[in-house]
Structure formats: structure tokens, C-alpha cells
């Protein structure tokens, strides 16, 4: 969005860090917000209360950083007093950076001020999920993505292509990869359908899983989850 030239210092740029500033003071106003003297990035810190239940708050110290790549690429949230230790289980990563979306399936879009917002929300509300995991003895409220990408990727692929056997996901997995099908050939689902009418949209829609790192291991990691549910 900013083209090669983002660390300049230029006036939308100072113009958003601003908006920014001010939707953060509306919804966490005891932190603070410094826009980086060179105008490539800026940094938030300090206390949001959280709501836990009872009519108490609870301040949590964060960290916001937003890095050269901003708006484009989402800032970073980070546990800022160490308050909890690193736990997969709590999404909360080995350098107390807050997980809380799965990169390129649910990364939040930070076109406007008010998107930032949104995502201040989330992240209020994460927090709050913290205490709840807490009371119930270790365990996520309600959905999350599974640990390490390959398994979080085989989550989203089998809910995008909603199958529930691993002889149907199999099938349909070198399709994602790139194969070619016939619009018109049945689909390898076994639906008896053909492929147009059936998965061939879903797969189009998961190419992109092709081109990560890790996508091997994806067919395994789906197994597994399948295996698990039955
Ligand atoms: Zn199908």
C-alpha cells in the first residue's frame, strides 16, 4: 500500500498513527501510544481493564507494535508484564506474543481506523478468555485453532471442504495441490456428483495452501484430526 518508500515519513501515514491514537484512547485510555520519531512505526503501551465478572477489572499491561509493514501487515500484541507463562493452550507464544489469528485464514483488515478498533475489541476480549481459561482449569473458551500450522491449516482445509473421511479428504487433496479435474468428471469425494456442482469451488478456494512451507504435512495433520473425531 505504501510502495517501496514506506519508511518515509509521509502525512497518511502520520494522519492514521493519529486515528489510531484516538480510537485506542476511546477504548483503552490508560495506554499510551508513541509514534515512532522517524515515522515508520509506533509502539503502544500499558494497562487495559479487563472485565472479570463480579464488577472487578483486572489491568493487564500489553504491548502494541505496529512495524514498518503497517497497515498492511496487523500489529503485534504482546503480554508486556509476563503476566502468564508461554502456553500453546492459552495462544500465547514462547516471546509472550498474543496468537490470535491464523495467518492468511482469519488476519484481520486494517483498511480504516475503525478496523483497529475492531481488532482492539478482539483483543479486549481475548484477554477476558484468558481469565475464563484460567477458571476452567486450562482450557480455551470456546473455538480456537489447533497448535503448529500444519495442524491449524488441516482445521480450516477439512472445514472449508467439510468432509468427514480421510479416503475423501486424500481424494481431494492433489486437486488442491494443482491437479486438473474435468468440470464435469464425478468428484473425487465420492458424492457421486460432478465436480463442479461439488467441491471444485471449496478446492479452488484452499490453493493457496500449496505455496506453504509446511503443506505436506497437512494430509497427516488432517488424519489425525479426523481420527480424533470419530
Ligand atoms: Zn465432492
Redesign the pocket.
Known sequence: MFGRFAHTLTRSRLTRFEEDRSTLAGLAPRMRHYIWADGRGALAEGPIDIDIGAGCFEPVEITIVFDEGYPRVPPRFFDRARRWRPDDDRHLMDNHEFCLWLARVDTPKLDTSEQFGELVLRVIAFLRDQFVFDDLGGRWPGRDWLHGGSAAYAQHALETLGVSSNESFRA?WPLVLGQRLHANAS???G?G?P?TR??RAEVNSLRWLARLRKCERIPAAAEHQLRDAA
Do not use: A, G, I, T
Request: net charge neutral.
Open positions: 481431494l468428484c473425487p469425494c458424492s456428483l465436480y461439488c467441491h
